[in-house]
């Protein structure tokens, strides 16, 4: 059966898969006809219809059936299971997008027919507001016409950077897990805003304000964040007191730390699926 060049099956319609539904039919670079998404339960299935007019379906095979790319969108530990039940219907004219965390294209070439193109992605949770940004890497059999089919999707949910595979792991550790980063520094910002006798609603939108403004300024006036650092800390100013403590306190090698535990995690859960 001839593969239709504009469908697209999710397999495993969470959250960013979801997203990535979202994405392309905002964007009209897909209709909702050239969509179908799978999912376990039958009333999340009928939710994703109503919000977006797609086709859903319990049937992984159904789904891949003459889509030209396949997005697998599920947990790591469910990412076997679903390529065995796949496995006799995926042909090498087919694209397979892996976005399960961690696992290498390796590994998910193994669990399909000999030949099959795997691109392995890996985006972050800001996707669900289309502001995320995906590592993405070929697998053996994959093109470059296959990666930038898979570039060209995820480009609805952000940006995109393509990275050899060995690098994929580091990707994980910056900016996979990097929302959780932020999400803790935020939290410590807010809570020392409040021993400061703000209340918690003002501490909250300063904080949260000053991190989109931050991140927006470093991204549009493509400045180096010294740049940014050294124009608002003054000589003997309040910013380079709070910075000395900061250093004091080793906040930065704490942060490297941090990130080499995350890529070193990412390559044990890795070699677990082998």
């Not at 530990?77 to 696992?103: C, K």
């Not at 030949?115 to 507001?129: L, Y």
């Not at 059999?141 to 995109?160: D, R």
Request: net charge negative; aromatic share 2%.
């Amino acid at each position: 059966m001839a593969v239709d060049e504009r469908r697209i099956a999710v397999l495993g319609a969470g959250k960013i898969g979801e997203s990535l539904i979202s994405g392309l039919l905002s964007s009209e670079w897909r209709s909702p006809g050239d969509i179908v998404a799978t999912g376990r339960r039958p009333e999340h299935l009928s939710e994703l219809h109503e919000r977006h007019g797609i086709r859903t379906t319990l049937s992984n095979p159904d789904a891949v059936t003459r889509a030209a790319l396949v997005v697998v969108s599920v947990k790591p530990q469910d990412i076997v299971p679903l390529l065995t039940e796949i496995r006799s219907v995926i042909t090498p004219e087919q694209t397979v997008l892996s976005i399960a965390a961690a696992i290498p294209t390796a590994t998910v070439e193994r669990h399909l027919a000999d030949g099959i193109p795997v691109v392995r992605a890996m985006p972050n949770t800001p996707s669900v507001v289309h502001e995320g940004i995906a590592g993405l890497c070929a697998g053996a059999h994959a093109s470059e016409a296959h990666l930038k089919l898979a570039e060209e999707a995820l480009l609805h949910l952000g940006a995109v950077v393509r990275v050899a595979e060995p690098y994929m792991d580091a990707v994980t550790a910056v900016s996979g897990s990097g929302p959780a980063y932020f999400a803790l520094l935020s939290e410590a910002m807010i809570e020392a805003g409040i021993l400061l006798g703000l209340s918690r609603e003002i501490s909250t939108q300063l904080v949260v304000q000053t991190m989109f403004g931050t991140a927006k300024q470093l991204r549009d006036m493509k400045m180096h964040p010294v740049e940014l650092r050294e124009m608002v800390t003054s000589p003997g100013g309040t910013t380079i007191a709070a910075i000395r403590e900061l250093e004091i306190a080793g906040v930065r090698a704490a942060f490297l730390n941090a990130i080499q535990a995350a890529m070193n995690r990412a390559r044990e859960l890795a070699s677990d699926d082998q």
